[in-house]
């Protein structure tokens, strides 16, 4: 008996989809800081306020894990009064990486994202909706992040949809990236910056390569 190829080509395509559909019911659900970036978050904020003590103790936090996949929920935010802790997915810049981001950068102009700790700002309605102005608090690492406008907004990017797609199209399972900024998705984006506007940091942990940290130090010697 001959058998008909489109028959084939129609069970490997839902073959395809079932495959991605058990992919995306196990990965959409996970969620993951790594105790080492939560133990250096804990630290860079405790040292900071040590070291200013006219300012007030911080009762949230948040923590990025770069080291962390992007279809993961890899932003907490700690009410470190309660101990209660609000997951989220947030995209990194598009030059920082694909599914992880491994490249990171202080410069102008570098479209990548920045680690260490910034110190949340007043909240704004910008191009994206509303947002939240970050100021960079690490002299190697993000001092000018208020300069770059590297801030905490929304996009449509970061979403399910956008997870399948990629998925399908076998970019993985990745949400979208941005310029620079820590970007979370249009659902959340209020609650977030609801939290973090009442003084709270944020606190971006990733591995950063030595031969990184010398490409960002010849691109700041030209300018």
Same mark, same amino acid.
């Given at each position: 008996m001959r058998k008909n190829p489109l028959s084939f080509a129609a069970a490997a395509i839902a073959g395809l989809i079932l #495959?991605?559909?058990?992919? #995306?019911?196990?990965?959409?659900?996970?969620?993951?800081?790594? &105790?080492?970036?939560?133990?250096?978050? !804990?630290?860079?904020?405790? !040292? *900071? %306020? #040590? @070291?200013? /003590?006219?300012?007030?103790? /911080? =009762?949230y936090l948040a923590v990025v894990d770069y080291t962390q996949p992007s279809f993961m929920k890899r932003m907490v935010v700690i009410d470190? !009064?309660?101990?209660? $802790?609000?997951? *989220?997915?947030?995209?990194? #810049?598009g030059k920082s990486g694909s599914l992880f981001a491994r490249t990171f @950068?202080?410069?102008?102009?570098?479209?990548?994202? +920045?680690?260490?700790?910034?110190?949340?700002?007043?909240a704004y309605n910008g191009d994206h909706g509303i947002a939240l102005r970050l100021h960079g608090l690490d002299p190697s690492k993000n001092s000018n992040a208020f300069e770059r406008d590297i801030v905490l907004h929304a996009a449509d990017y970061v979403s399910i949809p956008i997870i399948l797609e990629n998925l399908l199209t076998f970019n993985g399972p990745r949400i979208g990236r941005s310029q620079g900024c820590f970007v979370v998705s249009r659902s959340h %984006?209020?609650?977030?910056? &609801? %939290?973090?506007?009442?003084?709270?940091?944020? *606190?971006? *942990?990733?591995? !950063? +390569?030595?031969?990184? =940290?010398?490409? &960002? $130090?010849?691109? @700041?010697n030209e300018y």
């Amino acid at each position: 008996m001959r058998k008909n190829p489109l028959s084939f080509a129609a069970a490997a395509i839902a073959g395809l989809i079932l #495959a991605s559909s058990i992919v #995306a019911a196990f990965t959409l659900t996970m969620q993951k800081v790594s &105790d080492k970036a939560m133990a250096k978050a !804990e630290i860079a904020v405790t !040292e *900071y %306020i #040590a @070291s200013r /003590p006219h300012l007030p103790t /911080p =009762r949230y936090l948040a923590v990025v894990d770069y080291t962390q996949p992007s279809f993961m929920k890899r932003m907490v935010v700690i009410d470190r !009064e309660t101990g209660l $802790q609000f997951w *989220y997915r947030v995209a990194h #810049a598009g030059k920082s990486g694909s599914l992880f981001a491994r490249t990171f @950068s202080n410069v102008q102009g570098s479209n990548l994202s +920045s680690l260490g700790l910034f110190k949340a700002g007043n909240a704004y309605n910008g191009d994206h909706g509303i947002a939240l102005r970050l100021h960079g608090l690490d002299p190697s690492k993000n001092s000018n992040a208020f300069e770059r406008d590297i801030v905490l907004h929304a996009a449509d990017y970061v979403s399910i949809p956008i997870i399948l797609e990629n998925l399908l199209t076998f970019n993985g399972p990745r949400i979208g990236r941005s310029q620079g900024c820590f970007v979370v998705s249009r659902s959340h %984006i209020k609650e977030v910056v &609801d %939290i973090l506007s009442r003084g709270g940091y944020l *606190y971006a *942990y990733g591995k !950063e +390569s030595g031969s990184t =940290r010398k490409k &960002d $130090q010849a691109m @700041s010697n030209e300018y």
